[in-house]
């Protein structure tokens, strides 16, 4: 199967700091990425996506960083607000299993105003 | 707005008894995919639709099953239930069969008493 883990499960940022949430993933065979926010009574709502033929890819005060070699994937939010705290995780594609997406458990971001 | 809308956003039901929750794509989109979140627990991928027909199935009970209509939404049947199928219940649409960028609906909770 595939494991996909947070390394926390809360973070607590100043607002205007900037945030770094961290995934890490099993499989090798991954290849697609996702990056979801999900705020209180709502459903996951797409942030930003990465493929694994890239390593970085920049959206409005989003990056998300791959690294294939220690399967790590990490999202930064730059000038964190109060409207960015809810719950991220992300979501791994693996290919070898028929296009099944596996997801963390998510880190509940908090911006502290 | 996702575009994808669910109803109930609430279900208050007795164990052993049989719920269906209802999905929407958003407009133009063929894939439908329901997932579960349990307290805790990251989204458990449980079935996809394309166009009517089922394209892959993850960790669904035999207890649960799924169907999408000629007009592209979607029903999830839930039976027998257990006090551990309380959770809420996600469903996302896509446009092609190929799994890309989900876009995930508000939700319905169960509550199984």
């Known amino acids: 199967g595939e494991s996909v883990g947070l390394h926390l499960p809360t973070l607590s940022v100043q607002e205007g700091d900037n945030s770094i949430i961290n995934c890490a993933y099993s499989n090798s065979a991954s290849d697609y990425f996702i990056w979801y926010k999900q705020e209180s009574g709502k459903g996951p709502q797409f942030i930003i996506d990465i493929r694994s033929n890239m390593d970085k890819r920049q959206g409005q005060r989003v990056t998300v960083l791959l690294n294939k070699t220690v399967k790590h994937l990490s999202l930064q939010i730059a000038a964190t607000q109060p409207g960015d705290s809810a719950v991220y995780f992300c979501?791994?594609?693996?290919?070898?299993?028929?296009?099944?997406?596996?997801f963390g458990t998510g880190t509940s971001l908090t911006v502290i105003p | 707005d996702s575009g994808v809308t669910q109803t109930p956003k609430h279900l208050i039901t007795a164990t052993g008894q049989r719920v269906t929750l209802r999905c929407s794509p958003r407009?133009?989109?063929?894939?439908v995919y329901w997932y579960q979140q349990s307290l805790d627990q990251g989204l458990q991928f449980l079935i996809q639709?394309?166009?009517?027909?089922?394209?892959a199935k993850g960790n669904i009970l035999e207890r649960f099953s799924a169907q999408q209509f000629p007009d592209l939404h979607s029903e999830l049947n839930l039976s027998s239930l257990e006090l551990g199928d309380s959770a809420l219940y996600f469903c996302a649409s896509s446009a092609r069969d190929r799994v890309d960028t989900q876009y995930f609906g508000p939700g319905t909770r169960l509550t199984v008493l």
């Open positions: 407009s133009g989109d063929l894939s």
């Open positions: 639709y394309y166009n009517g027909e089922e394209r």
């Open positions: 979501a791994v594609l693996r290919r070898d299993t028929g296009n099944q997406f596996y």
